[in-house]
């Protein structure tokens, strides 16, 4: 249950040629503590209650726990949710051995695109295709449960 990932900004479209799927995502945060962040998420048609714990000092891994509910329950918990509901489109794109999974966000996000890969190790290697730009791993603005209450399009106002 512990998950180990990466995250970079990323810098041009290129990946939704490469992408082999793509999801509609609205969350949001019943719980927003870093040491156990609460999340309802739909995605497409599947509900998804996630419990993540606090992360590691470097960012790279920390607890996390979902369980798939029905669209009804998700919708039902998304009018509990704190204040800030991300809305973004997931692609999944398969690079090598490795599947990223990179976010366009939407409404007060928008202009942000993020991708994350998921890894077996903390020192794993994998390819970095030529649309990753920096690596924003551990840099708690970039995190979901953030971004729904500092959004991105205030960050330089």
Known sequence: MIEIERKFLVISDAFKAEAHQKHRIIQGFLNRDPERTVRVRL????????????????????FEWEKEISKNDANALLEFCE?????KIRYE??????????DEF?????????AEVELQ?????????E???????GDI???????????????YQ
């Open 43 to 62: 995605k497409d048609d599947k509900g998804i209650l996630t419990v993540k714990g606090l992360s590691s000092n470097d960012g790279l891994s920390r």
């Open 83 to 87: 204040k800030g509901v991300i809305d």
């Open 141 to 155: 603005k970039y995190y979901n449960s953030q971004l729904s209450k500092q959004p991105y399009n205030t960050w």
């Open 131 to 137: 649309w990753l730009g920096e690596e924003v791993t």
């Open 93 to 102: 794109v398969k690079v090598n051995h490795h599947i990223f999974e990179v």
């Open 106 to 114: 939407f409404g007060d996000n928008e202009g942000l695109v993020v």
């Open 121 to 129: 190790s903390e020192d794993e290697t994998f390819t970095k295709p």
